[in-house]
């Protein structure tokens, strides 16, 4: 994480908010503390994933920031089980490939790739929702 901006505090708590109502999430805490706030970090209980990856819990870490009339964000998941980890990425580290991509490893397969990816809103709190969605109902079973 380290994303260059302003972090909103309103933002981040509409996004804290819709992580603790996410039913595979188990924990929310900010990160590196509540003070600071650079951002969020979800732990998922492994035990609602299906299928099974392990016994410790995989995170899903937000940041969102915030320059002139710009927004900027990463949210990533990472399975401590198995390595996987991918996610989507609002910055400047893949101009083409457009505003946003998503990207994936998978060191068991060796798999890896960034794509270009949308969103059809840019409120953040429904970003989230419909990233949340996409990843437990569409990239987790491709690990």
Partial sequence: MGLS??????V????KDV???????TRVTYEPDSITKKFL????DPARLDP???????TLDVEWRFTAD????????ADPNTGFNCGWHRDDDHPELGPVHFQYENPTT????????????????EVLWTALDRLFEEKLPER
């Fill in 5 to 10: 901006g302003t972090i909103d505090s309103a």
């Fill in 12 to 15: 981040y708590e509409g996004l």
């Fill in 19 to 25: 992580l603790q109502r996410y039913p595979f999430v």
């Fill in 41 to 44: 970090r979800a732990h998922i």
């Fill in 52 to 58: 099974s990856i392990g016994p410790n819990p995989p």
């Fill in 70 to 77: 710009d927004q900027y964000y990463r949210i990533h998941y």
């Fill in 110 to 125: 060796g798999a890896a790739d960034h794509q270009h990816a949308t969103f059809e809103n840019e409120i953040p709190t």
